[in-house]
């Protein structure tokens, strides 16, 4: 099974700064026949079922607020937010689809500093 | 509007079977292009990848507990049952049904729509 590996394990930042979340695959998740990521991030608020926020790696979901990307490739993925918000408080994980089973990182939760 | 609702027993005891159903509404489950997928969640743990049925009935099922897990559909129905063998407290968790993209062949993709999950606890 490929292990997906999130760090850090929780971050506290302020309202209106940058947050970036990391993702680490043990194996690459990038399908060289299509040239795209099989990587998806998802937020999930307390409470909640997980909600898609990116996937092939760095398409946002339709809804999703533009502050919200992701970048990467191969094996080392980001999640950027690019100015905290108040609902923004969630944990945050991301999911490779490459192979079967599917795998989920351990989670990353965001609070406000 | 898609929805996913999961239902079943909250309570289960060790070495019994558990059985869950997702009713889903908004899409069909003969729709090539998406699937079915059960992912579960310990309390406070992280998510679980559990199970997949695509649109032709076929399945894909976790490594670890292949042995213990049935994925079927009724489509006319626009139901999707879950069932897992010889529960155990550590399979206490929260389970979620979820629209996944992706089709037979091509592999499943990203979950785009979840229910809102079932607690099942296991215990005597």
């Known amino acids: 099974d490929i292990v997906m590996t999130q760090s850090p394990d929780s971050l506290a930042v302020s309202l209106g700064e940058r947050a970036t979340i990391n993702c680490k695959s043990s194996?690459?998740?990038?399908?060289?026949?299509?040239?795209?990521?099989?990587l998806a991030w998802y937020q999930q608020k307390v409470g909640q079922p997980p909600k898609l926020l990116i996937y092939w790696a760095s398409t946002r979901e339709s809804g999703v607020p533009d502050r919200f990307s992701g970048s990467g490739s191969g094996t080392d993925f980001s999640l950027t937010i690019s100015s905290l918000q108040p609902e923004d408080v969630a944990v945050y994980y991301c999911q490779q689809y490459y192979t079967t089973p599917q795998t989920f990182g351990q989670g990353t939760k965001l609070e406000i500093k | 509007q898609v929805t996913l609702k999961e239902s079943g027993p909250v309570l289960v005891k060790p070495t019994e079977t558990l059985t869950l159903t997702c009713t889903v509404s908004g899409f069909s489950l003969d729709n090539a292009k998406m699937g079915v997928s059960w992912i579960r969640q310990p309390p406070g743990k992280a998510l679980e990848w559990l199970a997949h049925?695509?649109?032709?009935?076929?399945?894909s099922c976790s490594t670890s507990l292949k042995s213990r897990l049935t994925v079927s559909k009724d489509t006319s129905r626009s139901q999707v049952v879950l069932s897992m063998t010889n529960m155990d407290p550590v399979d206490t968790a929260t389970y979620y049904c979820?629209?996944?993209?992706?089709?037979?062949?091509?592999?499943?993709?990203?979950?785009?729509?979840w229910g809102q999950g079932t607690l099942v606890t296991v215990s005597s």
């Open positions: 049925i695509f649109s032709n009935d076929e399945t």
């Open positions: 194996q690459s998740v990038l399908f060289s026949s299509n040239n795209k990521n099989y």
């Open positions: 979820a629209r996944t993209r992706g089709a037979y062949g091509s592999g499943t993709y990203y979950s785009d729509y």
